[in-house]
């Protein structure tokens, strides 16, 4: 329906609790869902990143996140919550449309189980590991729900960098390392 603006690091609306949606298939969440879709399709087109956003990063106060991973359908998940999380954890490398020039190495359970809803309103659980980096994608965009950014998880200060030097020194071995059908790469 509409590319939007995505809200930068140091805007309020990022730190604010996502109300949650009362109607699934409210008109309303269909044009949230489909302005996030049209907006990640146009970041992952000019930048090479972008697998999912959450409401909230299009200035929307909702619970209400789309994801969009190479070669899947896309996927809305609304009113989603975490509830399991293994106690193996990962340390990943993490970005976000939201601060794109930075990357930084963040702590993640290794495995997760979220549930959710569709845009009928039924309810849906996911169990998510490390296949498509599926359980570090969902605790991300889930986190921007709760105000959480993944600066506030960061692992070690040392690990923050720019964009240019994740490319250069580390993307190859990340999730980020997915080339796209022009030869870019993508996450």
Same mark, same amino acid.
């Not at 609306?13 to 609790?17: A, T």
């Not at 930084?104 to 290794?110: G, L």
């Not at 845009?119 to 169990?127: K, M, N």
């Not at 605790?139 to 729900?145: R, V």
């Given at each position: 329906?509409? !590319?939007?603006?995505? @809200?930068?690091l140091g805007d309020p &609306? +990022?730190?604010? !609790?996502a109300r949650p949606v009362e109607d699934p298939g409210a008109p309303e969440v269909r044009e949230v869902v489909a302005d @996030? $879709? %049209?907006? @990640? $399709?146009? *970041?992952r087109r000019t930048t090479g990143y972008g697998r999912a956003i959450a409401a909230p990063q299009i200035g929307v106060n909702l619970r209400? !996140?789309?994801l969009q991973l190479p070669g899947?359908?896309?996927w809305p998940f609304v009113n989603p919550e975490i509830i399991e999380r293994s106690t193996d954890k990962m340390v990943v490398w993490d970005a976000c449309l939201s601060f794109l020039s930075i990357f930084?190495?963040? #702590?993640?359970?290794?495995e997760i189980a979220a549930r959710y809803q569709d +845009?009928? &309103? %039924? *309810?849906?659980?996911?169990?998510a590991g490390e296949e498509r980096d599926l359980s570090e994608l969902l605790?991300? #965009?889930? %986190?921007? +729900?709760d105000g959480i950014l993944a600066v506030d998880r960061i692992t070690d200060i040392r690990t923050l960098c720019t964009r240019e030097e994740f490319e250069k020194r580390y993307r190859s071995q990340s999730p980020y390392a997915t080339a796209t059908a022009d030869g870019r790469a993508a996450h």
């Open positions: 329906m509409a !590319i939007r603006t995505i @809200l930068q &609306g +990022l730190r604010e !609790i @996030l $879709a %049209d907006t @990640l $399709a146009h *970041w209400v !996140i789309f899947a359908t896309p930084m190495q963040v #702590e993640r359970h290794r +845009l009928h &309103g %039924d *309810w849906h659980t996911v169990r605790q991300h #965009e889930i %986190d921007h +729900l």
